[in-house]
């Protein structure tokens, strides 16, 4: 019962804290998707490049120290290398600092924000079946925006 409280103090403070964010949000000093592209794919405070190779899609994000990401809801098991830097991976279920070269695994339905402690490299990889490029249709296919979003995954899946 505790872990539940848990995860819903922490989904309702994540959702509140991407809010508060998205209302100072200036593509300076704050970085956020928009309603029409709701994932940043790139940004001078988060250049973020994309590798693709057959059935694997790879995203690498350079962040900067003091800079924190509240990443999407990924909808699939995929794993995380840090290769470069300090982080702090703040979750519903724990917070954890990982120090470079490490790996993580992320779970599917999780809400992650990082923190960095360093500069960072930080690599997402995922599958891709189809082996498009279109970063946009990837992003469709492996994260939803909301809890409700992947809820609505999970129930259609």
């Not at 019962?1 to 949000?25: C, G, P, R």
């Not at 300076?28 to 973020?48: A, F, Q, Y």
């Not at 999407?72 to 600092?97: P, R, S």
Request: hydrophobic share 40%; charged share 25%.
């Amino acid at each position: 019962m505790a872990n539940n409280k848990l995860q819903k103090s922490f989904k309702t403070a994540v959702a509140d804290l991407q809010y508060q964010m998205e209302v100072i949000a200036n593509n300076t000093n704050v970085v956020v998707g928009t309603k029409d592209n709701p994932i940043v794919t790139n940004s001078e405070l988060i250049p973020i490049k994309h590798y693709f190779m057959d059935g694997v899609y790879v995203r690498e994000m350079t962040m900067k120290k003091g800079i924190a990401v509240i990443g999407a809801i990924h909808k699939h098991l995929h794993m995380c290398f840090l290769l470069t830097g300090k982080v702090t991976v703040i979750n519903e279920a724990d917070t954890i600092d990982h120090i470079a070269p490490c790996f993580i695994i992320s779970k599917p339905g999780v809400k992650r924000v990082l923190y960095a402690h360093e500069d960072s490299i930080w690599f997402n990889t995922h599958k891709n079946p189809s082996n498009t490029e279109d970063v946009k249709q990837l992003e469709n296919e492996i994260v939803a925006i909301s809890y409700e979003e992947y809820e609505e995954y999970i129930k259609n899946k």
